[in-house]
């Protein structure tokens, strides 16, 4: 079992910018990927990124990358997503995500409960 608690959500000025963290717990953690995933209000979730277990390889939603950042830390338990340029479409509830297998962008084994990003205009 892994544990995923979100943390770093708020409310930004559009151009602003944002840092969540995701915190794991569980047995064999550092051997997981995790992710981050949203869902904006009446829209079904998406993916947003992703990290390997060993934190050298990313992938990114082509609607955040070179705007976001996934880093991973704290010996594989903790990833951080650093969100720039900041727009009110990035608004949506955002979820940490935990799986064996790299990458994968849906269906991910192991959920956060999310936490609420809002941009404002």
């Known amino acids: 079992q892994v544990q995923l608690v979100e943390s770093g959500g708020g409310l930004v000025q559009a151009g602003g910018s944002l840092r969540l963290s995701c915190a794991a717990s569980?047995?064999?953690?550092?051997?997981?990927?995790m992710g981050w995933f949203r869902q904006a209000p009446g829209k079904e979730r998406e993916f947003v990124a992703t990290?390997?277990?060993?934190?050298?390889?990313?992938y990114y939603a082509d609607a955040v990358k070179g705007r976001f950042t996934l880093s991973r830390e704290n010996g594989g338990n903790t990833v951080y997503l650093q969100m720039n340029s900041l727009k009110p479409e990035d608004t949506a509830v955002y979820y940490c995500?935990?799986?064996?297998?790299?990458?994968?962008?849906?269906?991910?084994?192991?959920w956060g409960k999310g936490t609420l990003v809002t941009v404002s205009s």
């Open positions: 569980g047995q064999t953690v550092s051997h997981y990927a």
């Open positions: 990290i390997n277990a060993s934190g050298t390889r990313t």
């Open positions: 995500a935990a799986d064996i297998v790299y990458p994968k962008v849906y269906n991910m084994d192991y």
